[in-house]
Structures are given as C-alpha cells and as structure tokens.
C-alpha cells in the first residue's frame, strides 16, 4: 500500500489542511475588531450599537487623556512608559482602592443593620 499515488495524496491533503488553518488564522488577525460592550454603553451617544467617526473620536480622546493621567501618575521616570516597579505601585494603588471601597460598603452594611435593630427595638 505504499504506493507513490497514495503518498502524493496524502501530502496533498496535508498541505490542505495546514492552508487551510492558516488562511482561517490569518482571517482572524485581519477582522476589525469592534469597541468593547462598555465602550458602546459609554460612548453611543445615539444608541445605535456602533460607534460613528464624532463617538469614536469621543472615546479616542478619554482613552488617551486616561492614558496620559496614568502617566502622569506612575511614570516616576518620565520615559513615558509604565515599568515594571511603576506597575506595581499601580496595582498596590488600585488593591487599596478596593479594599475602601470593600471596607466603606461593609460600613454601610452595619449601618443598615444598626438602623434595622434600633427600628425594630421601637416597634
């Protein structure tokens, strides 16, 4: 069964198969790729579902100004990039915003719960 016929053949279909899977790769990375959920949500002025070019520019224009405040704030060295040691001062940042925010709604929790007791101590 090793005939020359038979291994052309099986070249051919292996030389398919791997063009196919690049053809469908290269598709993939040339597909446009379209604003995020929360973008639309924050920025679709008209409620359309897509951006047009003055939301688009709208987006554009927060994300670069929230860009140049995060530079602003951990670009210590000012090359203009976020380094490693930068980042993590960065990630340290954002875990303590978490945890007020974590800390402020427990707060509030017990307030409920306070409120709750002493209304429920009156009646």
């Given at each position: 069964m090793n005939t020359p016929i038979l291994r052309h053949l099986l070249a051919g279909v292996c030389a398919l198969a791997i063009l196919s899977v690049a053809s469908a790769q290269d598709a993939d990375a040339k597909a446009p790729k379209g604003p995020s959920k929360s973008d639309l949500q924050k920025f679709d002025a008209n409620k359309d579902g897509r951006l047009d070019e003055a939301e688009s520019a709208t987006m554009k224009a927060a994300?670069?100004?929230?860009?140049?405040?995060?530079?602003?704030?951990?670009?210590?060295?000012?090359?203009?990039k976020v380094s490693k040691e930068e980042k993590a001062v960065e990630d340290a940042?954002?875990?303590?915003a978490r945890e007020a925010k974590k800390a402020a709604a427990e707060a509030k929790k017990a307030e409920r719960a306070r409120e709750k007791a002493k209304s429920d101590k009156q009646n």
């Open positions: 994300k670069d100004a929230a860009r140049q405040e995060r530079l602003t704030k951990y670009d210590t060295n000012k090359d203009g940042d954002k875990a303590a």
